[in-house]
């Protein structure tokens, strides 16, 4: 029997929704010029419209890592080095180091790399994205191989770029190099399509670009990363730099548009690409990337960084701050990792430079001041989480 699944098409309601606690008019879409040169830059701290938490790594003799996070879930934290050598940490949610996990190999249940994990803990599992093997690994929380299974139906051809714990039963997932449908519902037992979520758009873009390389082949060279899959409590929102519109992935499998880019990317090269960085009640978070790179002057990508006030319904620029800091210091977005429906994103805080600030006084009295106090500039990095303001 032919496996079934469904194409999620747009559906245009003009009504007003609550998405989380961010409202969204469909008769009255954010609109957002990625040429026009806004002058007016605000400062903002990130404690004035997000709630931080701190976790602390626990260091010790079969733990050092570099704490790349991979996903938090209630009780547990995944994490892993940036060199690849196929360690996965498993931390409780107050970072107490549990134990430490590595299955790679060239075994039919080893992979080879890790490109991302989704963590389901209600079925114990943590699913394993091998982009080199182009499959998803399963194992139990204790590295016990259960299953495995292509990323694609018929084809070797693609990969998923971003994995995500959908519900139950599904993994929502992003294929960078899709053509048509980059954005599909996967089964959580065999990797069959569940739903394909079709976003309109002409030509499929990139933001890598190639060069030929003296050895022979190309060189890609590209901006750093970003996402195309954000998490927003309880539903999803849908970034696909091919597309003028960003849109709102809905718990009824709708799709509702929410950001729309003027002039369009189809309509001239090199393209500026929009990027969505951080969602919050208030402030919506952005930068435009000019797609060109001289690979000469190793020079390229020039971006701009603009904020949507909800409140005003003004764009502006913006710098933002770590409020627990006597200092300004400046937070980057494209540092942030997306996470959650609770947790939005989370940063990595080298702690030698916690301990260098502490020893400044560059930290403000709180937990974070705290933390610095008891560090040494050795010990396994501090987490912090950005979440949604309750």
């Known amino acids: 029997m032919k496996k ?29 010029d990625v040429q026009k040169n806004y002058s007016s830059k605000k400062e903002v701290f990130i404690q004035d419209f997000m709630d931080v938490e701190y976790i602390v790594l626990e260091t010790n003799d079969d ?45 039919s249940e080893e992979y080879t790399s890790i490109r991302g994990i989704s963590l389901d803990e209600n079925n114990g599992e943590m699913f394993v994205n091998d982009g080199s093997k182009r499959k ?20 070797e051809a693609l990969a998923y770029s971003e994995i995500f714990n959908y519900d139950k039963d599904n993994l929502i997932c992003y294929d960078t190099f899709n053509k048509e449908i980059a954005f ?37 060279i590209g901006p750093g990363s970003f996402s195309s899959l954000i998490p927003l409590k309880g539903n999803w929102i849908l970034s696909e730099i091919s597309s003028d519109t960003i849109y709102v992935f809905l718990s009824d499998y709708t799709l ?49 960084y603009l904020m949507y006030d909800t409140q005003g319904k003004t764009f502006s620029g913006y710098t933002i701050y770590n409020g627990d800091y006597s200092t300004k210091k400046e937070l980057y977005l494209n540092l942030l990792t997306p996470v959650n429906h609770e947790i939005e994103s989370s940063l990595v805080i080298e702690s030698f430079e916690l301990v260098d600030a502490y020893k400044k006084g560059e930290l403000k009295d709180g937990k974070l001041k705290e933390i610095a106090s008891k560090l040494d500039a050795e010990d396994n990095p501090v987490i912090m989480l950005i979440k949604h303001k309750k």
């Open 4 to 32: 079934k699944y469904f194409i999620i098409t747009m559906t245009f309601i003009m009504r007003v929704e609550i998405i989380g606690q961010i409202l969204v008019n469909f008769g009255d879409l954010i609109t957002i």
């Open 63 to 107: 733990f050092p890592n570099q704490g790349v996070v991979l996903d938090i879930g209630k009780e547990i934290i995944l994490v892993k080095n940036r060199i690849r050598d196929g360690d996965i940490f498993i931390y409780d949610r107050y970072g107490k180091a549990l134990r430490k996990i590595n299955r790679m190999g060239q075994g």
């Open 136 to 155: 998803i690994f399963v194992y139990d929380l204790y590295g016990k191989f259960k299953r495995s299974f292509k990323q694609k139906e018929d084809t």
């Open 184 to 220: 599909v519902l996967i089964s959580k037992q065999d990797g069959s399509l569940t739903k394909e979520i079709k976003i309109p758009f002409k030509e499929k873009k990139s933001l890598i670009q190639t060069f030929p390389s003296n050895e022979g082949g190309l060189i890609g």
């Open 256 to 304: 509702r548009p929410f950001i729309v880019r003027t002039p369009s990317v189809q309509s001239k090269t090199p393209e500026t690409m929009l990027i969505l960085r951080l969602l919050s009640d208030r402030y919506y978070f952005f930068e435009t990337i000019l797609n060109e790179y001289n690979f000469n002057n190793r020079t390229g990508f020039p971006r701009n």
